[in-house]
């Protein structure tokens, strides 16, 4: 069964630190999310991208982050300068086509700034 | 904008019996619901999903009711197992939004 992937599984950084997280989402999917969630808290939407280009982002999604997908298979979050409070599990997700509302989610990175 | 909202952030289940998780939504423009399950360490994972043109939809041991009058959301698990033992989240698609709101969660244990 095809699954979205993502590496590292766990990052650690300094603060004032560019870390880049990175997905594999499904073959053939065409959105891309990037979602967060903060230990012991519900799962936050960062931004969602199609047609190489964000579609939404949220209030979170601010000039420190920032999207590519460099090739055909690759999606990545950018972060330039992290702070404490970016520590978090990021997941990525990815969905089919406009009509598939299905979002897959991969097993995520767990970012830890210090 | 949206807010989705669990009743319960604990569940406790004896194993066997059926257990039900309940959600709410505030946006009467969502149109796409669903379920996810959330073991430690992993991703959410898909459960199931209802649309809005339907109230109720059954997969293989869940069953999802959808209360678009009280904006209300639920979560059927028939037969309990070990295995179930997750935290539980609704999420909620608004339409013209491409994004997910998640709810905070239900953290379902089961009693051996």
């Known amino acids: 069964e095809p699954e979205v992937t993502q590496t590292p599984s766990h990052q650690v950084t300094q603060m004032g630190q560019e870390v880049i997280l990175r997905c594999v989402p499904i073959?053939?999917?065409?959105?891309f999310y990037w979602y967060r969630q903060i230990l012991g808290q519900k799962v936050e939407f960062l931004v969602s991208?199609?047609?190489?280009?964000?579609?939404?982002k949220s209030e979170i999604f601010d000039d420190q982050f920032s999207v590519e997908r460099p090739d055909g298979s690759n999606f990545t979050l950018k972060i330039r300068s992290t702070k404490l409070e970016d520590s978090a599990m990021y997941f990525c997700?990815?969905?089919?086509?406009?009509?598939?509302?299905?979002?897959?989610f991969g097993p995520g990175t767990r970012l830890t700034v210090t | 904008g949206e807010s989705v909202g669990l009743h319960l952030p604990t569940l406790s289940v004896q194993e066997g019996d059926n257990s039900i998780i309940n959600c709410a939504y505030s946006?009467?423009?969502?149109?796409?619901f669903i379920w996810y399950k959330q073991e430690s360490g992993k991703g959410p994972q898909f459960i199931i999903d209802?649309?809005?043109?339907?109230d109720k939809r059954q997969g293989q041991r869940v069953t999802v009711l959808l209360n678009k009058t009280v904006k209300h959301l639920s979560l059927q698990i028939a037969a309990t197992q070990p295995g179930d033992s997750a935290v539980y989240f609704c999420?909620?698609?608004?339409?013209?939004?491409?994004?997910?709101?998640f709810g905070s969660g239900t953290r379902l244990s089961i009693r051996p």
């Open positions: 997700a990815s969905r089919g086509t406009a009509y598939s509302y299905e979002q897959y």
């Open positions: 073959s053939n999917h065409l959105y």
């Open positions: 991208f199609y047609n190489n280009e964000i579609s939404e």
């Open positions: 946006n009467s423009a969502s149109d796409y």
């Open positions: 209802i649309r809005s043109n339907m």
């Open positions: 999420a909620v698609r608004y339409s013209s939004a491409s994004k997910i709101i």
